[in-house]
């Protein structure tokens, strides 16, 4: 017999398929794939976090949606490479802030993994400050899920990494997440 608490909540959603997903536009089985990989991945957060997921939404809820943002990025990516939101991790501040709650789906997470600081690389009008100063990398996916596990905020992330793992580009973190904390500061006003 389950007992009561987190544990059980944690429990019930691994046994329950509650897991739905709507598609404004049909585009086709990519499409479908894509919005199920963004869910999967509130998903793992939750398996991961448990009740500190709720926690995480009402604290900090880019830090939820840039987490779903990773995870549709990087699995659809594998499987729907011609059809995978490229954009998502070239998305410049002016994308972020269009309106309603769109300045919660962030590339935070896939900053923190690739290669690319799109500051460099990707031209923005002349305004190369519409990105995020990303020079951070390698981190992996479990690294980040980890990440998540107790932590509800995006500096508590960062703590986590700096304090627990070791990655020659650790000292940039705080610089790229200073750059979404200003989006969601400005938001929250």
Known sequence: MLGGGTNTVVIRNMLRNDV????????????????MMHELGHMSHILEAGVNFQLS????????????????YYFTLQYYPTRTLLAIPERRESLINRGGKSWQYTPFFIDLADTQNQRNVLPSGGRSNEYSDDRVERYTLSQMLNALDRRTTLKGVEE??????????ENNISRMRDFYENIKDNKRK
Do not use: H, Q
């Not at 986590?160 to 580009?169: A, E």
């Open 20 to 35: 739905k997903f709507y598609v404004e536009r049909f585009d086709g089985t990519a499409d479908i794939f894509r919005v």
């Open 160 to 169: 986590y990494l700096i304090n627990n793992l070791n990655n020659s580009t």
């Open 57 to 72: 939404y009402t604290r900090d809820p880019m830090l939820v949606e840039s987490w779903a943002e990773c995870t549709e």
